[in-house]
């Protein structure tokens, strides 16, 4: 069974621009989450998507960022426009019961000059 | 607030056994999960508690108690691939997950 992909696994863009990641959950996990990790920092939580819908978005940092599932399947979160403070690891995870275990995907690092 | 507490970093002697604690405030429990991440990768799982006690998984155990809002991660029979940050992380009332900051173990021959 193919694992949480996610891509790119490392974009380096410069401030200002946009860059969006993706995210393919192990087929039939409902629940998607979204972190991210600052160096030296720990995980924080972004967002929460139950099939298609936003069940929490409390963690989003500010309206630069945008996050998706259309059909409930695969999940993109844009970063328009990036900035400095943006720079990290975003971790995306999907689960199939809500007290089950996280299942990660490789991480998408990102990196604004 | 919801925090959770872990020492940044330890240190221990390849065969050794290492207790890594966690303590935890949160809004609400709904279990408390243990995750290794190697440097550059992506956390992978190693427990989950939700009642109180001692959970053994091989070299690995962890232990909770809710009435302290604590747990431990103890690893057995250290070995160099041990080397990693121990990520304790809590779900809240609103399923939420709360992560520590991590604690970097570095192991010793």
Same mark, same amino acid.
């Given at each position: 069974?193919?694992?949480?992909?996610?891509?790119? !696994?490392?974009?380096?863009?410069?401030?200002?621009?946009?860059? @969006?990641?993706?995210? #393919?959950?192990? !087929?039939?996990?409902?629940?998607?989450?979204?972190?991210?990790?600052?160096?030296?920092?720990?995980?924080?939580?972004?967002?929460?998507?139950?099939?298609?819908?936003?069940?929490?978005? !409390?963690?989003?940092?500010?309206?630069?960022?945008?996050?998706?599932? @259309?059909?409930? @399947?695969?999940? +993109?979160?844009?970063?328009?426009?990036?900035?400095?403070? #943006?720079?990290?690891?975003?971790?995306?995870?999907?689960?199939?019961?809500? +007290?089950?275990?996280?299942?990660?995907?490789?991480? !998408?690092?990102? +990196?604004?000059? | 607030?919801?925090?959770?507490?872990?020492?940044?970093?330890?240190?221990?002697?390849?065969?050794?056994?290492?207790?890594?604690?966690?303590?935890?405030?949160?809004?609400?429990?709904?279990?408390? /999960?243990?995750?290794?991440?190697?440097?550059?990768?992506?956390?992978? /799982?190693?427990?989950?508690?939700?009642?109180?006690?001692?959970?053994?998984?091989?070299?690995?155990?962890? /232990?909770?108690?809710?009435?302290?809002?604590?747990?431990?991660?103890?690893?057995?029979?250290?070995?160099?691939?041990?080397?990693?940050?121990?990520?304790?992380?809590?779900?809240?009332?609103?399923?939420?997950? *709360?992560?520590?900051?991590?604690?970097?173990?570095? *192991?010793?021959?």
């Amino acid at each position: 069974e193919a694992g949480v992909t996610q891509f790119p !696994s490392h974009s380096v863009i410069e401030k200002g621009q946009t860059v @969006t990641l993706r995210c #393919d959950p192990i !087929s039939g996990h409902d629940n998607l989450y979204w972190y991210r990790r600052v160096m030296g920092k720990e995980i924080k939580f972004l967002l929460h998507f139950v099939k298609e819908s936003k069940q929490d978005e !409390s963690g989003m940092p500010n309206n630069r960022f945008l996050a998706e599932r @259309t059909g409930g @399947t695969y999940s +993109t979160l844009k970063v328009q426009p990036a900035e400095l403070e #943006d720079s990290g690891v975003y971790f995306c995870a999907s689960i199939l019961a809500i +007290t089950g275990e996280l299942f990660f995907g490789e991480g !998408s690092r990102l +990196t604004v000059l | 607030g919801q925090n959770i507490d872990q020492p940044t970093e330890m240190t221990a002697t390849e065969g050794a056994i290492v207790q890594i604690n966690c303590t935890y405030q949160t809004s609400g429990f709904n279990g408390l /999960f243990w995750y290794q991440q190697h440097a550059g990768e992506a956390p992978t /799982f190693l427990s989950y508690n939700v009642l109180d006690g001692l959970e053994e998984k091989g070299r690995f155990s962890s /232990f909770l108690s809710r009435s302290k809002g604590y747990s431990y991660l103890l690893l057995k029979e250290l070995q160099m691939k041990d080397s990693a940050s121990y990520l304790c992380a809590v779900t809240d009332s609103n399923y939420q997950l *709360i992560w520590g900051a991590g604690t970097k173990l570095i *192991i010793k021959p």
